[in-house]
């Protein structure tokens, strides 16, 4: 298998390629050991083993532009130099800086296992630069144990923050020995360098970034250049960073994938749903800013669903009603109709709004039986739809390039655009559903929809194809408006000018697809920038009718090929981040407004990802009185959706761990188990703050109060906020927050709490613990740990070997578990006093045969094959339960019983010990009942 490759992420794309390159004889592929290691891609960034090397220029004012977002290569390039090596060349756009610099790279081969690398850098009248280098980050999760070299002299990442750099070498020859996923990389040549740990400007990014430095640097760079020579070694076979295959032993054990659930079994948890979905009429926004239906005005609701994508839209009838009726049975009641159209539209080359009636049937009848068992629906009106040639020249988009993300940027800029974003409109909202008897617009059981998925203006202004549509709509703009900008405006007022620009336009945009949508006919509620954090988007999102975001834990990074293995995780826990999803989304809300999370996931196979949707999720998602989440996804073709599957980092059909704790997590959010928080505290925020910059994150420090209190967002003055309508029992200012250096959040917090706006031993500096105002939620960031204790649920995670307490139940484990503790009759009892347990003891799982790099499972190599392997686990539950009698059975994950399990009362509480892998099978739930 080649080791050198040019490829531009589509895989038939590149094989095709490839195949020609190397038949018309222009150049042969390089090997390195044998191994695939070197991969170029079409900017002329690389990556090796792992490990991505880019040019990034730095101006004087650190403001950076990267050779892989923003070189402009010329036609041609990467160009072949005969059989041992690629040229790139082409222009890196500088904002404010006249000419473009121009950038050429050249790789050739050098032996057997080498590469040498030249970069060049000019520009015609010279330019201000802090540097320009080569860039590479290495990820303290993946690299943190392993050793870097320095002209002879060792040194290793620090596990945790105590100096900017870490080490640095000024202009002259050096060697360096880097590591790599499967290897060393050793980089010789003539520069200067510098290894320096990221945390020292934000605490949550764990990386270390190196930087080879071009010659000359600073002020008035005509010509740069660099020069490098690479070569790679695997690592010996004795190496405990070798491959680490799952596979049935004493530690894995097989379990039975079952999707269906048992009608009345413990897993039945039908009884959430009130159906049909739409009996009570359309959704509607109560006062104090949540979800009700238009016949129970004073009932507020709550949803808890998940996404269904691609394919495991387009069922047959029989397996619609199949999936119907497993998703009611689970608890969910709604679903998120998600990329529907790629199936549903342009089909046999006609216009991409004209839709495919057979294809559009079967996603009415599924719409019909969800709705039939209680399940709402949600959707977006463009998330990736496709154009014929004719409608992308007509919205100005290039037929041959243009990507999903263009056509997003577009609809605020351009009118054609708008217009084609209608005509699907139209056509899917007004057409009848022949199962329902009315239009999809018209159907109370269609609650939310967003105009354009992830469509936020702070990212789509930047991309390379939309950057210049920008700056001249920009332009038209001061035209028409000669009084938004000052002749001499400074280039900062110019700055601010523009980004008043590009929200506005974005709100403009918003409200004429929302009042189009209105004039269709439908009541369902309507949102828009449903993605990322930036401060910014709170201009858009307060004049929604609910906001939404989207976040996931360890999502996969690719290192190689866009969605091809291998893939990259970090491993890490979100508890060891405070809780990272969904801490960071919660400023995002604004108080008083709805909130939703139409995609979250824990992703796997991070092995902490049982923490999620069973406890961490539910527990802050109720604590901050959140009003719908959906996990992404259920499956994303009829396969996995029926039948279940093993290969994908987001289906709950292929994941046991994550369905069975998504069901409990809807049981606990639905049935409003954890309390709201008592306190509600808003960050006050001036539009002046949010236009400051399109990119700026709300400090991190705000969003650990979220841990302890409801925590959202006003803009306003700080007195206007304390006046509104949301009425927050407290403000919070950006001076107030500090800084983003490590610690920050804990002095912002200390002085919260000294100020009596949060209780007293809200959190602990030490163990970097958090404490809800409720005080039923516990989370131990230095220790993973996160407990619930509720009325009638009881939940624990623990990261490794311990015990955790709560007022009903103890438990002790010998490793990492996620344990739940739910009181399952329908009389409201306590757990204390309910008569029918759920017990959950997750673990992980994982297919028979999946291939990591290492041990650590950072680098995912191969997905495995049936069966499902269960990760042997042992835990001891001490349970004070009222009454004799009591019976614990192992169930399937249908809910079936299995076997029973001992249980037994030592005169104070009742006994049960827990195993995932017993003689008699392997099991993750239990059914308690006296």
């Given at each position: 298998?080649?080791?050198?490759?040019?490829?531009?992420?589509?895989?038939?794309?590149?094989?095709?390629?490839?195949?020609?390159?190397?038949?018309?004889?222009?150049?042969?592929?390089?090997?390195?050991?044998?191994?695939?290691?070197?991969?170029?891609?079409?900017?002329?960034?690389?990556?090796?083993?792992?490990?991505?090397?880019?040019?990034?220029?730095?101006?004087?004012?650190?403001?950076?532009?990267?050779?892989?977002?923003?070189?402009?290569?010329?036609?041609?390039?990467?160009?072949?130099?005969?059989?041992?090596?690629?040229?790139?060349?082409?222009?890196?756009?500088?904002?404010?800086?006249?000419?473009?610099?121009?950038?050429?790279?050249?790789?050739?081969?050098?032996?057997?296992?080498?590469?040498?690398?030249?970069?060049?850098?000019?520009?015609?009248?010279?330019?201000?630069?802090?540097?320009?280098?080569?860039?590479?980050?290495?990820?303290?999760?993946?690299?943190?144990?392993?050793?870097?070299?320095?002209?002879?002299?060792?040194?290793?990442?620090?596990?945790?923050?105590?100096?900017?750099?870490?080490?640095?070498?000024?202009?002259?020859?050096?060697?360096?020995?880097?590591?790599?996923?499967?290897?060393?990389?050793?980089?010789?040549?003539?520069?200067?360098?510098?290894?320096?740990?990221?945390?020292?400007?934000?605490?949550?990014?764990?990386?270390?970034?190196?930087?080879?430095?071009?010659?000359?640097?600073?002020?008035?760079?005509?010509?740069?250049?660099?020069?490098?020579?690479?070569?790679?070694?695997?690592?010996?076979?004795?190496?405990?960073?070798?491959?680490?295959?799952?596979?049935?032993?004493?530690?894995?054990?097989?379990?039975?994938?079952?999707?269906?659930?048992?009608?009345?079994?413990?897993?039945?948890?039908?009884?959430?749903?009130?159906?049909?979905?739409?009996?009570?009429?359309?959704?509607?926004?109560?006062?104090?800013?949540?979800?009700?239906?238009?016949?129970?005005?004073?009932?507020?609701?709550?949803?808890?669903?998940?996404?269904?994508?691609?394919?495991?839209?387009?069922?047959?009838?029989?397996?619609?009603?199949?999936?119907?009726?497993?998703?009611?049975?689970?608890?969910?009641?709604?679903?998120?109709?998600?990329?529907?159209?790629?199936?549903?539209?342009?089909?046999?080359?006609?216009?991409?709004?004209?839709?495919?009636?057979?294809?559009?049937?079967?996603?009415?009848?599924?719409?019909?039986?969800?709705?039939?068992?209680?399940?709402?629906?949600?959707?977006?009106?463009?998330?990736?739809?496709?154009?014929?040639?004719?409608?992308?020249?007509?919205?100005?988009?290039?037929?041959?390039?243009?990507?999903?993300?263009?056509?997003?940027?577009?609809?605020?800029?351009?009118?054609?655009?708008?217009?084609?974003?209608?005509?699907?409109?139209?056509?899917?909202?007004?057409?009848?559903?022949?199962?329902?008897?009315?239009?999809?617009?018209?159907?109370?059981?269609?609650?939310?929809?967003?105009?354009?998925?992830?469509?936020?203006?702070?990212?789509?202004?930047?991309?390379?194809?939309?950057?210049?549509?920008?700056?001249?709509?920009?332009?038209?703009?001061?035209?028409?408006?000669?009084?938004?900008?000052?002749?001499?405006?400074?280039?900062?007022?110019?700055?601010?000018?523009?980004?008043?620009?590009?929200?506005?336009?974005?709100?403009?945009?918003?409200?004429?697809?929302?009042?189009?949508?209105?004039?269709?006919?439908?009541?369902?509620?309507?949102?828009?920038?449903?993605?990322?954090?930036?401060?910014?988007?709170?201009?858009?999102?307060?004049?929604?009718?609910?906001?939404?975001?989207?976040?996931?834990?360890?999502?996969?990074?690719?290192?190689?090929?866009?969605?091809?293995?291998?893939?990259?995780?970090?491993?890490?826990?979100?508890?060891?981040?405070?809780?990272?999803?969904?801490?960071?989304?919660?400023?995002?809300?604004?108080?008083?407004?709805?909130?939703?999370?139409?995609?979250?996931?824990?992703?796997?196979?991070?092995?902490?990802?049982?923490?999620?949707?069973?406890?961490?999720?539910?527990?802050?998602?109720?604590?901050?009185?959140?009003?719908?989440?959906?996990?992404?996804?259920?499956?994303?073709?009829?396969?996995?959706?029926?039948?279940?599957?093993?290969?994908?980092?987001?289906?709950?059909?292929?994941?046991?761990?994550?369905?069975?704790?998504?069901?409990?997590?809807?049981?606990?959010?639905?049935?409003?188990?954890?309390?709201?928080?008592?306190?509600?505290?808003?960050?006050?925020?001036?539009?002046?703050?949010?236009?400051?910059?399109?990119?700026?994150?709300?400090?991190?420090?705000f969003s650990h109060l979220g841990l302890i209190s409801e925590v959202g967002t006003l803009v306003g003055s700080p007195k206007a906020v304390l006046d509104s309508d949301a009425k927050p029992d407290a403000i919070v200012v950006e001076s107030q927050c500090g800084d983003e250096e490590a610690g920050a959040e804990l002095a912002f917090l200390e002085q919260l709490e000294s100020d009596a706006v949060i209780p007293a031993d809200s959190f602990d500096p030490q163990t970097r613990s958090y404490v809800s105002d409720t005080?039923?939620?516990?989370?131990?960031?230095?220790?993973?740990?996160?407990?619930?204790?509720?009325?009638?649920?009881?939940?624990?995670?623990?990261?490794?070997?311990?015990?955790?307490?709560?007022?009903?139940?103890?438990?002790?484990?010998?490793?990492?578990?996620?344990?739940?503790?739910?009181?399952?009759?329908?009389?409201?009892?306590?757990?204390?006093?309910?008569?029918?347990?759920?017990?959950?003891?997750?673990?992980?799982?994982?297919?028979?045969?999946?291939?990591?790099?290492?041990?650590?499972r950072l680098i995912l190599e191969q997905w495995g094959k049936f069966p499902q392997l269960v990760e042997r686990g042992e835990a001891r539950l001490a349970l004070n339960l009222a009454g004799a009698g009591w019976q614990a059975w192992a169930v399937d994950m249908a809910g079936e019983r299995l076997y029973s399990v001992p249980m037994h009362f030592d005169g104070a509480l009742w006994q049960l010990n827990l195993s995932t892998s017993r003689r008699e099978g392997t099991c993750l739930a239990y059914e308690l009942k006296r």
């Amino acid at each position: 298998m080649s080791c050198f490759r040019y490829f531009r992420g589509v895989v038939a794309w590149f094989l095709l390629v490839i195949s020609a390159v190397t038949a018309q004889g222009a150049t042969q592929p390089f090997q390195l050991s044998g191994e695939s290691v070197l991969h170029l891609k079409d900017s002329g960034a690389f990556e090796v083993d792992g490990l991505d090397f880019q040019v990034l220029f730095y101006d004087a004012a650190w403001q950076k532009t990267g050779q892989a977002a923003s070189l402009e290569v010329d036609d041609g390039c990467p160009r072949a130099l005969g059989r041992d090596g690629w040229e790139t060349e082409g222009n890196l756009n500088l904002s404010d800086a006249g000419s473009p610099l121009r950038f050429r790279q050249q790789v050739k081969r050098v032996g057997q296992d080498g590469f040498s690398v030249d970069w060049e850098a000019r520009h015609p009248e010279g330019i201000a630069a802090q540097e320009i280098g080569l860039e590479v980050d290495f990820p303290l999760a993946t690299f943190g144990e392993r050793p870097f070299e320095l002209d002879g002299e060792v040194y290793h990442l620090p596990k945790e923050f105590s100096k900017q750099t870490i080490f640095a070498a000024t202009r002259g020859p050096h060697t360096l020995v880097l590591p790599t996923q499967g290897g060393n990389l050793r980089i010789e040549g003539e520069f200067s360098l510098v290894l320096q740990d990221k945390r020292k400007w934000n605490a949550h990014v764990k990386e270390a970034n190196l930087r080879l430095r071009f010659f000359p640097q600073k002020a008035g760079v005509i010509e740069a250049h660099l020069s490098a020579a690479f070569a790679w070694t695997p690592l010996p076979e004795d190496s405990p960073f070798l491959p680490y295959v799952i596979e049935a032993n004493d530690t894995w054990s097989p379990i039975e994938q079952r999707l269906d659930i048992q009608s009345g079994s413990i897993f039945d948890f039908s009884f959430l749903l009130d159906a049909p979905a739409g009996k009570h009429g359309a959704i509607q926004v109560t006062p104090d800013g949540h979800f009700a239906f238009e016949k129970k005005p004073d009932s507020p609701v709550r949803f808890w669903g998940v996404n269904l994508t691609f394919g495991a839209n387009f069922l047959s009838k029989a397996e619609a009603d199949v999936l119907a009726e497993r998703l009611a049975m689970s608890g969910y009641n709604t679903v998120r109709f998600h990329h529907i159209e790629r199936f549903i539209c342009g089909r046999d080359g006609r216009p991409s709004y004209e839709l495919d009636p057979e294809r559009l049937d079967q996603l009415d009848y599924l719409f019909a039986a969800l709705k039939a068992r209680g399940i709402y629906l949600n959707t977006d009106l463009y998330s990736a739809r496709s154009f014929s040639e004719a409608e992308a020249l007509d919205i100005g988009l290039n037929p041959k390039s243009y990507s999903k993300y263009d056509y997003k940027g577009m609809l605020p800029v351009s009118h054609a655009a708008y217009e084609n974003w209608k005509q699907y409109t139209r056509a899917l909202l007004t057409h009848v559903n022949p199962y329902t008897g009315m239009s999809w617009a018209e159907d109370p059981a269609l609650i939310g929809l967003c105009a354009v998925n992830e469509d936020a203006p702070s990212w789509r202004v930047t991309q390379a194809g939309l950057k210049q549509r920008y700056k001249n709509a920009f332009e038209y703009y001061l035209l028409e408006n000669p009084d938004a900008l000052s002749e001499d405006a400074s280039a900062r007022e110019r700055e601010l000018a523009f980004n008043r620009f590009v929200i506005d336009a974005q709100i403009r945009s918003d409200q004429r697809c929302e009042d189009f949508i209105r004039s269709l006919g439908t009541k369902a509620l309507v949102t828009g920038s449903n993605h990322r954090n930036s401060k910014v988007l709170a201009l858009a999102r307060e004049r929604y009718e609910y906001v939404d975001n989207h976040q996931y834990l360890d999502h996969p990074r690719f290192p190689v090929t866009s969605w091809g293995l291998p893939a990259s995780f970090t491993q890490q826990s979100a508890l060891s981040e405070a809780a990272r999803l969904p801490r960071l989304m919660m400023p995002t809300r604004i108080l008083g407004v709805p909130f939703t999370v139409t995609e979250f996931n824990y992703v796997r196979p991070n092995r902490h990802r049982a923490e999620g949707s069973a406890v961490i999720l539910p527990a802050y998602a109720s604590l901050q009185n959140w009003d719908g989440l959906y996990n992404f996804q259920y499956a994303m073709n009829e396969s996995d959706a029926i039948e279940g599957g093993v290969e994908n980092y987001f289906s709950l059909a292929c994941d046991p761990i994550s369905l069975l704790g998504d069901r409990v997590g809807a049981l606990l959010f639905l049935r409003r188990d954890i309390q709201p928080a008592r306190r509600s505290i808003a960050y006050a925020m001036t539009r002046e703050e949010a236009i400051a910059d399109l990119k700026r994150l709300y400090p991190d420090s705000f969003s650990h109060l979220g841990l302890i209190s409801e925590v959202g967002t006003l803009v306003g003055s700080p007195k206007a906020v304390l006046d509104s309508d949301a009425k927050p029992d407290a403000i919070v200012v950006e001076s107030q927050c500090g800084d983003e250096e490590a610690g920050a959040e804990l002095a912002f917090l200390e002085q919260l709490e000294s100020d009596a706006v949060i209780p007293a031993d809200s959190f602990d500096p030490q163990t970097r613990s958090y404490v809800s105002d409720t005080g039923e939620i516990v989370l131990n960031a230095a220790a993973e740990s996160l407990q619930v204790v509720a009325r009638r649920s009881e939940l624990f995670r623990l990261s490794s070997a311990g015990e955790l307490s709560g007022d009903q139940v103890r438990v002790q484990t010998n490793g990492p578990a996620t344990v739940t503790v739910t009181a399952m009759d329908h009389e409201n009892a306590s757990l204390g006093e309910s008569d029918r347990l759920l017990v959950l003891h997750l673990t992980e799982t994982l297919p028979d045969g999946t291939r990591f790099a290492n041990k650590e499972r950072l680098i995912l190599e191969q997905w495995g094959k049936f069966p499902q392997l269960v990760e042997r686990g042992e835990a001891r539950l001490a349970l004070n339960l009222a009454g004799a009698g009591w019976q614990a059975w192992a169930v399937d994950m249908a809910g079936e019983r299995l076997y029973s399990v001992p249980m037994h009362f030592d005169g104070a509480l009742w006994q049960l010990n827990l195993s995932t892998s017993r003689r008699e099978g392997t099991c993750l739930a239990y059914e308690l009942k006296r």
